[in-house]
């Protein structure tokens, strides 16, 4: 057992960092742990704030990791509001930006997370310019929302990935006009390819989204502080009365960076690069979370993965890796989403080009579906539409890396838990 004398130190405050301190207790570590979140809220997770809390189907407490009480019942020294401005390994030591106070640390866990990516064009200065990743962004999107049902107003959305997406089935929700400028040709292009990115464009259209494909803003017009307009670079314009940046996220990296941790190439999906055990370059120093590039054995490459699960997951491997379980974090990437009355849920991983066929099983039209990208008659990833209970099949599919019959595969009278091992 770690001796109970030990200091465990939590930079970040979300979903991977409060799950770490709860596996530590759970773990049985009886010394001091320390969570720092640089936002005032109690850590949360954070797909309410694009589901549940923006469609103002769920109340904001739902998205708590924990109730506020908990922390203080575990023993946990929560520091909310306060930012790590440095980190210094020889003395391994953390400083708060705010009073300069330093905290001394046995162990250390980075999981800072990501942030926004910044459109860098004229206008972003403007009042109506949103960004959707905390807890107070999502407080602010859901009333701009509920004003742009109300009075017909226009909602430009940069970007068609998941949380762009989804803030437009939100925003058709309350009745809001929406325009989705994206420079691909169908929405999640990279990641579904364009028969399923088409699924999800035919989905929206049918519901009211314009998509303006093949572009990107150049400018954001207003007056008196407000947006009016949006410019692309063909040379259109929309009209806009708020405009949401969804252009992805950047990992959080700048602590770890000023303090000579081994990072990964920005090409590559940057973040903090870390083993099998999510220990970065320096050994009494882990990373997890959206800020981690972890080697995965499954599909022989780094990963740096933003969804949810990689939080929930995450955070615990890396908090049993600092009381020195030897125990590979692998877990196969997934994620879902709610788009009106589609229900879906991904596993796996299958970029641009690491594929050579996608397999449907089911009716795409009816959008109850099972598709899955395959290598060589491998599954490297499956993606269930409206159809449910059959992840953990999926999930065996890929882990097995078995040659399977892509005719039976796409046979919905051959069941799946057949052809995984």
Known sequence: MVDADQTFVIVGGGLAGAKAAETL?????????????????????????SKGYLLGKDERDSALVHEPAWYARHDIELHLGQTVDALDRAAKTVRFGEDGTTVRYDKLLLATGAEPRRLDIPGTGLAGVH????????DRLKGILASLGRDNGHLVIAGAGWIGLEVAAAARGYG?????????TTPLHSVLGPELGQLFADLHQAHGVRFHFGATLTEITGQDGMVLAVRTDDGEEHPAHAVLAAIGAAPRTGVAEAAG???????????????????????DIHAAGDVASFPHALFGTRLRVEH???????GPAAARAMLGRDEPYDRVPYFFTDQYDLGMEYSGWAPAG??????????TGKREFIAFWVKDGRVLAGMNVNIWDVTDTVQRLIRSRAVVDTDALADPHVPLDSLAP
């Open 176 to 184: 809001a006009e929406v325009t989705v400028v994206h420079r691909g």
């Open 308 to 314: 949810w699960a990689n939080a929930l997951n995450g």
């Open 261 to 283: 941790l081994a990072l990964a190439d920005p090409a590559d999906g940057g973040g903090i690069l870390v083993d099998e055990q999510l220990r970065t370059s320096d050994p």
């Open 25 to 49: 207790r759970a773990e049985g570590f009886t010394g001091r742990v320390i969570l720092i979140g640089d936002e005032r809220d109690h850590p949360y997770e954070r797909p309410p704030l």
């Open 354 to 363: 690491s594929y050579d066929q996608v397999v449907v099983r089911g009716d």
């Open 131 to 138: 960004h959707l990743r905390r807890l107070a962004h999502a």
